[in-house]
Nanobody
Framework: QVQLVESGGGLVQAGGSLRLSCAAS????????MAWYRQAPGKQREFVALITSGGNTNYTDSVKGRFTISRDSAKNTVYLQMNSLKPEDTAVYYCRVTTSIRYWGQGTQVTVSS
């Protein structure tokens, strides 16, 4: 079983920055990919960014050029650096880690004010 601990969410003004982190722990697992999703009130959960164990990345169009996903494989930790934040980025952000199955973090609230 894999446990995920997310941190880094909070309140920020438009144009500001936040860095989210998600640390995975457990026994006998190998991570294939780590990703971030988000869900705004009343909306479906949407994909934000992904990084594979080989370092390949992918982003949803709305965050390209503003967000950067990275990972520290030795620490089993994935990060999401969020710059130039906009009010429409407000959501609960969820970490997803894929081994042989998918695990989800508890979510961390990001609120961007005007």
């Amino acid at each position: 079983q894999v446990q995920l601990v997310e941190s880094g969410g909070g309140l920020v003004q438009a144009g500001g920055s936040l860095r989210l982190s998600c640390a995975a722990s457990g026994r006998g697992f190998s991570i294939n990919a780590m990703a971030w999703y988000r869900q705004a009130p009343g909306k479906q959960r949407e994909f934000v960014a992904l990084i594979t164990s080989g370092g390949n990345t992918n982003y949803t169009d709305s965050v390209k050029g503003r967000f950067t996903i990275s990972r520290d494989s030795a620490k089993n930790t994935v990060y999401l650096q969020m710059n130039s934040l906009k009010p429409e980025d407000t959501a609960v952000y969820y970490c997803r880690v894929t081994t042989s199955i998918r695990y989800w973090g508890q979510g961390t609230q990001v609120t961007v004010s005007s």
